[in-house]
């Protein structure tokens, strides 16, 4: 019996990876292998465990879907319209195929929007993938931040102490965004997300990337990765 059982695969690398102990070093002057990157011919669905030729995928999630992305097996398109499935209307798919889908997602509004972001879903702990995808939101914008931070607890936000007195009219939505994507309310629809006249451009792409945040959790940022790795 061979030591890889993934020998003569796309596999292999990643198996001798795993396999290799922590901090481990060739002998000698050999040379170290560089960081591990996904290619497409990895992550063909007939390596996936749950693969069956007379079957589709049983799953109602991909389990390598932050690898499909890395390695670019898997469109952004592709990801928002499985998302959005049942709900995507004309209005607001052309708003996506102008705005979203010829370029690289666009997370974070800035490093201050990213630190927060990280520092505040690390602190709260119990915050579920739909209210870290809600404290995306709400940290990106400080008029917004400095009315919730006294009311963001560990598992949530109290929504109804929030008060919104004197907020900036471009704001509402992606507060109200933040609102919907906690607590499953229906505060801003797919046709206020169609509007640029609710919803600004940059709020936008932010609460798309929150709703994909919300389904997918962290392996939507690959996308990001995507971009600055073209640079």
Sequence with gaps: MTRYFMRDTPLYQMEQMMMTPP??????????????????????????????????????ECICLGERIEAGSLSLAKVIEDSLRGKLRMRLWKRLAQEIYPYPLQTFRSDKHRSRWMHWRTSCRRLSQRNQAAL?????YDDIWRRVIWRIEDDGFDFDSVRLAGIQPELYSVYQAAKAISTGSQNITIADLASPELVTDEA???????LLLARYGDAILNFERKKGDAN
């Design 23 to 60: 901090h481990f070093k060739p002998r000698g002057h050999g040379l170290r292998q560089p960081a591990f990157h996904y290619q497409a011919e990895d992550v063909d669905c007939q390596y996936c465990t749950n693969y069956s030729k007379e079957n589709l995928c049983p799953l109602c």
């Design 136 to 140: 995306f939101l709400l940290t990106a």
């Design 204 to 210: 936008f792409h932010l609460i798309v990337c929150a």
